[in-house]
């Protein structure tokens, strides 16, 4: 007999009909998250779940599953909705989706920066609200990258795929990590070690975030930290939104301290604070860091992948608990 799999969101087609192919798969319906106890009353009769980064495995939740589901693959590389340690107390196996969304997401942080720089937001609400009354020459003025420092907060594969892209347009490329990256790809970037933050943040004319979430980093960019910047910089965040305090960095955006931001993800998404829509130089984005259809096929293909070991009695590669 086939594995019983719930899967608790719609899922790109070629993910879902490989899903229908290898398993008793059960498919949720819901377009929005489903609430716990949905989820609970579901996964009855299951032997593992495909979720997402929005459904909500606290110890609470991992404590009330069926005796029958022994393995939780996230369609995500981000695992902080998961109680890694509530599962390992159950006996379930959890897996995560890393290595395959660098690409993409070191994509949207051009797109950010590029975005915020060039004050697109304000350009396109120019033209599709009929306020652009033609050329001027000093219209929406903004700065060009070319030139600019860089400034990588987390030097990981999206933070290098992201200084590849960066480089290509001619920035200078600053980064603090835990430890310095591989000699040869510092070389191949051109890039300058920070031992710690405050040395990076005071070189970096574009700031780019991309540490993983957790008690170390969770408001990382304070207004300490942004009064440490260059006059006039440009924030970006492709990481989480907890690395940011909202109330600093609209302070900022709003006087003047910073130039703009661009921002793909919030605190508290997508319910964010509700003041960002009104900050005309903010470039804001949905979570779209992952969101082609080549990246979310394989992050699907990848949770499957981990699912199909485990149930054919090997390791799973990406196994976190």
């Keep these: 007999m086939k594995p019983r ?4 969101r719609h899922l790109p087609d070629a993910v879902e009909a490989r899903a229908a192919r290898d398993y008793d798969a059960t498919f949720s319906t819901d377009a929005a998250p489903v609430t716990a106890d949905k989820l609970l009353e579901a996964a009855s009769g299951h032997d593992g779940l495909l979720i997402t980064g929005s459904d909500k495995m606290t110890a609470a939740v991992v404590e ?24 390992k107390a159950r006996g379930i196996i959890a897996t995560n989706t890393p290595d395959v969304l660098t690409d993409a997401t070191a994509d949207i942080a051009l797109l950010l920066m590029l975005g915020a720089s060039r004050r697109a937001y304000e350009g396109e609400q120019a033209v599709r609200t009929a306020a652009w009354k033609g050329w001027m020459p000093t219209q929406l003025l903004g700065i060009q990258v070319t030139g600019k420092r860089l400034g990588l907060y987390g030097m990981g594969r999206i933070g290098q795929a992201t200084a590849r892209r960066a480089k290509a347009f001619g920035m200078e490329i600053h980064y603090h990590n835990r430890r310095p990256i591989d000699p040869a790809i510092e070389k191949e970037l051109g890039a300058t070690y920070h031992a710690t933050a405050e040395s990076l943040l005071k070189v970096s004319d574009v700031l780019s975030l991309h540490a993983p979430a957790g008690p170390e980093t969770n408001g990382f960019l304070n207004a300490e930290r942004i009064e440490l910047l260059p006059p006039k910089a440009i924030v970006v965040n492709t990481a989480r939104g907890t690395l940011i305090d909202d109330d600093a960095l609209i302070s900022a955006l709003k006087s003047g301290r910073l130039m703009a931001a661009g921002l793909d993800v919030f605190a508290g998404e997508p319910n964010i604070d509700p003041r960002y829509r009104s900050v005309t130089n903010s470039f804001l984005l949905p979570h779209l860091g992952s969101a082609t259809l080549e990246t979310r096929n394989a992050m699907g293909f990848r949770a499957l992948d981990n699912l ?6 090997s390791e799973p590669g990406d196994r976190i608990a």
């Design 5 to 8: 799999l719930l899967i608790t």
């Design 308 to 313: 199909d070991r485990f149930f054919q009695g």
């Design 64 to 87: 009330r599953l069926p005796a029958s589901v022994k393995i939780i693959a996230t369609f995500s590389v981000g695992y902080e909705h998961i109680d890694v340690a509530a599962c």
